[in-house]
């Protein structure tokens, strides 16, 4: 005589686990919220895209190290080595990273975005070092720029742009924007963009570091870097808003 089912078995179907597609989805679209991208807390793109900066402390923290590595790379300049006082830039450039993740840390700010920052300058701090190269200062910047314009632009090329994985999550449509022509072209269009935003920092950087002109590469790296990244952003805020589910009354 078989055992007659309890009350709760119903109660113990398992749930499906969830796709390769959203889990990514989810991953992209919490990264995008932690960095100040959330639809639901800002009304306008000079808000979101300031946020997704952090301010003028993230400009700073941005900028300021980069800065001052250069400038005081160029004004120790040996004119028969070429190379500057590589000791003391990078000293005060980490330097400067290690005041800005202890502020974050004060301020308790996550530990991880605090402290990412500051490893990658320090990595690359020591690897300059070791080799006695000033450009060596910006290779772990290359391999970060090759990463995510690789991954944005495979995205594009198997139909799963980046942008709109993450555009999904946080409107609540999940991947179901797959299905609507328009918003593929758009996320795809979006998601393409950013690879070449990335693929042209390579294209421009990587000759003056073979050329080991500290100066210019130094120089194009903040140039390429925040003014090129605020503008794409807020194309890319406009263009996800504009395709909101929220807006298509």
Known sequence: MSEAPRPDDADRIPLEPPSAADS???????????????????SSTGRAVWAAMGGWRGILESVLPSLAFVVLFTVTVDPETRQGNLPLSLGVSVGLALVFTIARLVAKSPPSAALGGLFATVAAALLALFTGRGQDNFVFGFFTNGAYGTAFLVSVLVGWPLIGLAAGYLLGEGTSWRADKRKRRVYSLLSLGWAVLFA????????????????????????????????????????????SPRRES
């Open 24 to 42: 990514v989805s989810a991953a992209l679209g919490n990264a995008a919220r932690r960095a100040g991208l959330d639809p639901s807390k800002h």
């Open 200 to 243: 042209a920092r390579l294209i421009v950087q990587l000759p003056l570091y073979f050329a080991g002109d500290v100066t210019t590469l130094g120089t194009l790296k903040i140039v390429m870097g925040l003014p090129l990244f605020a503008p794409m952003l807020a194309v890319t805020w406009l263009a996800v808003r504009a395709l």
